[in-house]
Structure formats: C-alpha cells, structure tokens
C-alpha cells in the first residue's frame, strides 16, 4: 500500500511539474516592438484601447462599417500587429485584435460575439489570424454570419471549399513557417475564388511587430515596404467585401 501511495505521489508530482513547465512555456511571448506601438498610438487618426481581452482599434474618422476580429499568432503579444493594421484602420476599418487562452488561440474557446461586443455600430464582421491564429480564425469562419477571411502567413485544416465567404490569405516568399509550399497545399481547403497574395520577400514575422522569430527565414525586403504591401492588400479585400454587401 505504501509503495502505491508512492508511485502515485511521484506520477501527481510529474504532472504538476508538467503543468507548471507548460504555463511558464506559454506565458513566455514575443512582445511588441515599442516603437512600432508608440507610432500606433500617436497616430490620431486610429484611437486605440485596451479592453481586457482584446485591443480595439478604431478609425477616429469615417468609419466603412467593417470589422475584423483578429486572431495572433502562438505566443505572440496582441500589440505586436497594431502596426500591421494602423493604415487599415485609419481608411475606416475597425480591427479588434484578441489576447487567447494561454497566448494560444486553440485554447480560446470564446465566441467571436465575445470581441464584436467592443464594436456595436460594425455591421459587415470579419475574422483573421496570424500563423496558428489564422487556423483558429478558419474554424470560426464557417459562421454564415461571418463576411471574410483574412489570412497573414496562415492556412486551414477545416474545408472552407464549399463557402461563400470572402477569402484573402496574405503570405511571404521568405516564410520559414508558413511556407509557400505550405499555403500552396491547403489552397484546396479554400472557395476557388479567393484572394492568394504572395509579398514577395517578406517573412512570417513581417505580419506583426515583434522582431525575428526563430524558425523564419530572412526578409529580403525592408519591414516598412512588407507593411505596406499588407495593408494594401487587406484595404482592396475590404472593399470587395464592402461591395459586396452593397450589392
């Protein structure tokens, strides 16, 4: 009996120290770059704020009436893609940008409902991820009430094939993550008529601020010139998106 209590002892102490290993794993993220953020902030026509759960950003002028529920990357910090949406959002676009479950958007079981909240004047809704954000975003996109879909160096595993929601999924020649030949795999899993824009030159960490990760390959462009590629690209979706639901 002693030698069962034992055993057991050991096996509840491992997992703990699993557990314990595993939180400290998780709650290590890539923070955003600081000066990247402040430009964000000081920008007037973007307001900024923290809602707890999520970052809200929104265009302190004409708003267009579409929102986006944005997803990060594993790991990585929520502020780290203000600046990937700071020429979206002063054009009209309101972005919220969600903070998951452990820093891992599988973990994050919330409805998308839970982040339109923060934007009740939005009437045309849209989700998107970065890398493993972007597949959570695929799974919530099957939501008939959601317009589109945006991608920043991402794919599905779920089959979107059969919807009708507006696809754009945005990636990167130098994407050591992500890579070409990955996206190009699961582009069966997408409507035929979606939107596949390739930055060529640009990295899987040029869809946030938060400088290299490892893993990635070298970006052979400058992030400012990756940045505005992006958002030119997300801006042209939007307005197909807008069109859309005019029509």
């Given at each position: ?17 699993l ?25 007037d ?19 267009n ?39 891992l958007?599988?973990?994050d079981?919330?409805?998308l ?30 939501d ?28 990167g ?10 996206v ?8 035929a ?55």
């Amino acid at each position: 009996m002693n030698r069962a209590l034992r055993v057991t002892t050991w096996i509840v102490a491992a997992l703990v120290v699993l557990v314990l290993v595993f939180l400290v794993w998780a709650n290590i993220v890539m923070q955003g770059t600081r000066s990247a953020a402040l430009q964000v902030w000081r920008d007037d026509r973007v307001s900024v704020r923290d809602a707890g759960d999520s970052v809200v950003m929104s265009p302190t002028g004409q708003a267009n009436g579409v929102g986006i529920v944005f997803i990060p990357g594993a790991k990585v910090d929520a502020y780290a893609y203000m600046a990937s949406f700071r020429q979206v959002v002063a054009a009209g676009t309101t972005v919220v940008i969600t903070k998951p479950t452990l820093h891992l958007a599988f973990f994050d079981l919330r409805p998308l409902s839970a982040f339109e909240r923060y934007a009740p004047s939005v009437t045309t809704w849209a989700v998107g991820g970065h890398s493993l954000g972007g597949v959570r975003a695929c799974q919530l996109a099957d939501d008939p009430g959601v317009a589109g879909l945006l991608l920043f160096g991402s794919y599905c595993a779920n089959d979107l094939s059969r919807s009708d929601v507006d696809v754009l999924s945005v990636s990167g020649s130098r994407d050591g993550l992500s890579t070409p030949a990955k996206v190009d795999a699961a582009r069966d899993r997408l409507p035929a008529d979606a939107t596949m824009t390739e930055i060529q030159g640009a990295n899987h960490a040029d869809f946030g601020a938060y400088g290299a990760q490892p893993g990635d390959l070298t970006a052979t462009i400058p992030r400012s010139q990756a940045r505005a590629e992006i958002s030119a690209a997300v801006e042209r979706w939007i307005e197909g998106i807008r069109s859309d639901v005019l029509h």
